[in-house]
């Protein structure tokens, strides 16, 4: 499944954690980053994702994917679930949830099974000592 998926984090943590990945299972296509900086606001955000979503066909499907939940990309990232089709949220982004993201997107039969699948690998390689 053909599948844009957009890390937004608080600072500069979405485009280390995309070059953590990158140098463990290569470079992917249709993803794109997003940081929110000290000082900006959570309507300046939403102008950022919806400068990079004018960018992605309507009818592709959009995985956001952000530091935490109820955080300022969350925030910004939840209007779009409201007002675009076919886009989705994940809140805890680690760097085996974006690999399987990264290996298993094209394998994915739906959006929905993609984010269960960012879910679960999520969850599963947090692991105490």
Not at 69 to 91: E, I, L, Q
Not at 109 to 129: E, F, N, R, Y
């Amino acid at each position: 499944m053909d599948c844009t998926v957009i890390v937004a984090t608080h600072g500069k943590l979405a485009n280390e954690l995309i070059e953590t990945v990158a140098m463990l299972v290569g470079r992917y296509e249709d993803v794109r980053t997003l940081d929110f900086m000290p000082g900006e606001n959570v309507e300046g955000l939403i102008l950022k994702m919806k400068r990079v979503l004018d960018a992605v066909p309507r009818d592709m499907p959009v995985l956001f994917v952000v530091d935490m939940f109820s955080g300022s990309p969350f925030n910004a990232s939840t209007y779009f679930v409201k007002h675009r089709k076919n886009t989705r949220v994940v809140a805890g982004v680690n760097i085996p949830m974006l690999v399987n993201i990264f290996l298993e997107r094209q394998e994915s039969t739906s959006l929905d099974h993609l984010v269960d699948i960012a879910i679960t690998v999520g969850q599963t390689s947090i692991k105490p000592l």
